[in-house]
């Protein structure tokens, strides 16, 4: 299911402010739409901004009632709002970007300008999306986003509002995993393999002639080698899904190993065992969190271990990898709480 939040055409959902601080609140914040004789049309996330943070009126008494009324999700998208106004960048709502001469990807919310730019003599440096901490996490579909995003030159955001309207941001990449081991005559290797002794979960193979370093563990009792590398071992058609990402990672030059211990299949080495740590965890799609609360969890994790976290997603019969990270501290827009 793929969510998409675009704000409504301002004319239908805002109101039309034409009192004396709407040239300023273009000029020096790029707020709203400008409109004729000087006025300016606000969005209902922009008007409760201003309400909160310009000293400006509610339109009407019973503005705030109607309005949540009319657009449940309101509160969530003035929280986004406000978290990436109040640290100072300017936000133009993607229906308003055409009258400033700018446009953005059509899944995109927003698009964002730092603190010290403006839409009119700059280029964004950013589109936004946003999402509840509920909502399904679609793989494909933001893919394919942050492809687009990054084609223009921007950074992919996504910010995730929870129930408490505590707004987080990570950003979105199509990452492309590789590593220095030399995979060239790997799957030869692999289908020259014979015998083995069938086990739970896997084989064990002889270690005296063992020179594959990509795969197997080491144990006493020779080299295992699980279920999913036996696919390999004994065929490269009718691969499971595991199957067939496995032979993606081990063609990039990575070595993956177990990654049990941070809740993935697999964490993925970029040069051979004992050089570095291994800076990639891949998921298995049918076992990736299905929303954006169990993402958020499963990037902080990695984040927390200095390791990227990868979603693998198959993309016209390529295997691609999404990455969802932490920005850098100086653009984790998160709102002001309040107790």
Aim: hydrophobic share 40%.
């Amino acid at each position: 299911m793929v969510v998409q939040r675009r704000p409504m055409p301002t004319a239908s959902l805002g109101w039309t402010y034409d009192g004396p601080a709407a040239d300023r609140l273009w000029h020096k914040s790029a707020i709203g739409r400008r409109a004729a004789e000087g006025s300016l049309m606000l969005s209902a996330a922009e008007i409760l901004f201003c309400h909160h943070h310009r000293n400006l009126d509610f339109p009407s008494q019973d503005w705030m009632d109607s309005s949540i009324s009319s657009d449940g999700e309101l509160l969530h998208e003035y929280a986004v709002l406000e978290s990436l106004r109040v640290p100072g960048n300017k936000v133009v709502l993607s229906v308003n970007l055409q009258s400033v001469e700018h446009s953005a990807d059509e899944r995109s919310w927003a698009a964002r300008w730092p603190s010290d730019s403006h839409p009119r003599d700059s280029a964004a440096v950013a589109e936004i999306r946003w999402f509840m901490a509920t909502d399904p996490l679609d793989v494909d579909d933001l893919l394919k986003w942050a492809q687009s995003v990054s084609a223009a030159g921007r950074i992919a955001e996504a910010l995730v509002v929870d129930d408490e309207f505590s707004v987080v941001t990570y950003r979105l990449t199509d990452a492309s995993p590789q590593g220095s081991i030399e995979a060239d005559g790997l799957q030869d290797s692999l289908n020259s393999l014979s015998g083995g002794i069938a086990m739970s979960g896997g084989r064990l193979y002889g270690a005296e002639d063992w020179n594959i370093q990509q795969v197997g563990i080491p144990t006493d009792g020779g080299v295992f080698v699980d279920d999913l590398t036996c696919e390999l071992i004994d065929s490269l058609s009718g691969l499971s899904v595991g199957g067939e990402i496995l032979a993606d990672l081990l063609s990039r030059g990575l070595h993956p190993r177990p990654g049990f211990k941070y809740g993935t299949r697999w964490r993925c080495y970029d040069k051979p065992l004992g050089e570095d740590h291994a800076p990639f965890l891949i998921v298995l799609p049918e076992q990736a969190p299905t929303d954006w609360a169990g993402a958020c969890l499963a990037s902080r994790l990695a984040a927390g271990v200095n390791k990227t976290w990868l979603l693998p997603t198959n993309d016209e019969g390529s295997w691609c990898y999404l990455a969802v990270t932490r920005p850098p501290a100086d653009s984790r827009w998160s709102n002001p709480q309040r107790r």
